[in-house]
């Protein structure tokens, strides 16, 4: 039985109430330099992980079929006019 998916969903769920509870009581400060700091660790892991792909090709292949397929269907257009995440979650 595949228990990594159950371990990741419970960690997901259990850190968003974590931070649904905490949220307000942190200092402006941390507030702004942690999506910062989780940025730069999902730039360094990408970087890594690319390092390791044995298909770059069918990497680009995907992200200029992404690209265009956003532009196509004006998806950042579709989500500034919805509100985005932001404005449900403040």
């Known amino acids: ?3 990594g998916p159950y371990v990741n969903g419970s960690a997901v769920i259990i850190g968003g109430l974590i931070g649904a509870m ?3 009581k942190l200092p402006e400060r941390v507030k702004t330099a942690l999506p910062m700091t989780f940025g730069l660790c999902s730039v360094g892991l990408g970087i890594t992980l690319v390092l390791k792909v044995k298909y770059m090709p069918a ?3 995907a992200m200029v079929l992404g690209a265009f397929l956003g ?3 004006h998806l ?3 989500h500034r ?3 985005g995440i932001n ?4």
Do not use: F, S
């Open 1 to 3: 039985m595949l228990i």
């Open 22 to 24: 905490a949220g307000g």
């Open 59 to 61: 990497v680009v292949l």
């Open 71 to 73: 532009e196509l269907l």
């Open 76 to 78: 950042e257009k579709t």
């Open 81 to 83: 006019q919805r509100g």
């Open 87 to 90: 404005a449900r979650v403040d």
